[in-house]
């Protein structure tokens, strides 16, 4: 059934090739006889077989094949390595590569069955026009040369990927993480704007409430909301992407809970400024959001904030599980590699 369809769909596009190279001059008939597709043939080496010649030259450019087969021959040790390597020349590039998979995989909704991570849909311009998004051309900029070096590599398995070597990087937990995911083959996979959350809701009671909608629809209760949250123990934020200023912590390279002690014992005032409301600590060099502050002033989401203030190894466990929970949501048959 794949053949049959790959095969028409080469008919429809060769018809535009052929009205494009209609003063060519014509060309002997050709037998084809197609063989079974097999998971170590790359999709475009089958077409070239199939399609053969000018024609299908004219064609191949304009379409992206998703990767089947890049657990079986993708060597994800080199790839670790090499994000470890770009890390390492700049450790500020790691928390960006955190937001990267945290918002590849932050767009899965559990009832519609769509979003997430498994088509690398963060790719698109389209994608990366969401106002949350703002910035994050640069980190995938950053990855393409990792992506070009290893054929195979989904770009969705990339993303994923990379946010949880960042994390490592940053002496964080180790995250759990299974190769499979498939990309898609164009940006009609991209969701709407807006699933993502968002840093204000006008009140703390709305603000909640929203957060408890964004992550509800992905399937997250309030210790994940909480234990995810975590991940602003890392960066910055920057006026030019989210119109908010500062980093959470003092060790803005560095995974740990300084961001749920922060919380819990730093008085947070109103930062007096033109942007957007934010908090600012005593020394005004560090920074909250109001989606930050509403963990402490929501009773269920505080009792985890206290609990991870006091112990950084339940707070590791708990954000392992949770990302490597979020980075698989929507996603099939991956595996462990």
């Known amino acids: 059934m794949r053949s049959l369809v790959l095969l028409i769909g080469l008919f429809a596009v060769n018809t535009h090739a052929l009205s494009i190279h209609r003063n060519a001059p014509p060309r002997a008939s050709t037998v084809m006889i197609l063989e079974p597709h097999s ?26 094949f998703p990767c089947e087969a890049s657990a079986e021959t993708v060597d994800y040790g080199s790839v670790r390595s090499d994000l470890l390597d770009l890390i390492a020349k700049d450790p500020n590039k790691g928390p960006t590569l955190v937001r990267l998979a945290w918002h590849s ?51 969705a398995d990339l993303y994923t990927l990379a946010g949880v070597v960042a994390i490592q990087a940053a002496k964080g937990p180790a995250v ?25 809701k006008g009140s703390p009671k709305n603000t909640a409430a929203h957060l408890r909608s964004i992550f509800g629809r992905m399937g997250f209760n ?11 123990a890392l960066g910055y934020c920057h ?33 007096k400024w033109d942007g ?32 991870y203030a006091k112990s950084e190894a339940t707070f590791f466990k708990d954000f392992a599980a949770a990302f490597q929970k979020l980075e698989e949501l929507g996603c099939k048959d991956l595996v462990e590699v």
Request: hydrophobic share 40%; charged share 20%.
């Open 222 to 232: 309030d210790q994940e909301i909480v234990a995810l949250a975590g991940a602003h």
């Open 176 to 200: 759990g993480w299974r190769a499979g995911r498939v990309d898609a083959v164009d940006p009609s996979a991209v969701t709407p704007d807006g699933r993502l959350p968002g840093a204000d």
């Open 239 to 271: 006026a030019d992407a989210s119109g908010y200023v500062g980093p959470w912590t003092p060790t803005p390279t560095t995974f740990n809970n300084a961001y749920f002690t922060l919380l819990s014992y730093v008085q947070w005032t109103p930062k």
């Open 276 to 307: 957007p409301a934010q908090f600012e600590d005593p020394s005004g060099k560090l920074m909250m959001l109001p989606s930050d502050l509403v963990l402490v002033q929501d009773k269920s989401f505080k009792k985890y904030v206290d609990i």
């Open 105 to 155: 995989s932050g767009t899965y909704d559990k009832m519609m069955k769509n979003g997430g991570s498994g088509g690398g849909t963060m790719r698109f311009k389209e994608e990366l026009a969401h106002g949350a998004n703002a910035g994050l051309d640069k980190a995938v900029g950053w990855l393409e040369p990792i992506h070009t070096k290893n054929p195979g590599l989904s770009y």
């Open 39 to 64: 998971a170590l043939q790359s999709r475009r080496g089958w077409l070239n077989r199939i399609a053969g010649g000018a024609a299908a030259s004219a064609f191949l450019p304009l379409i992206s």
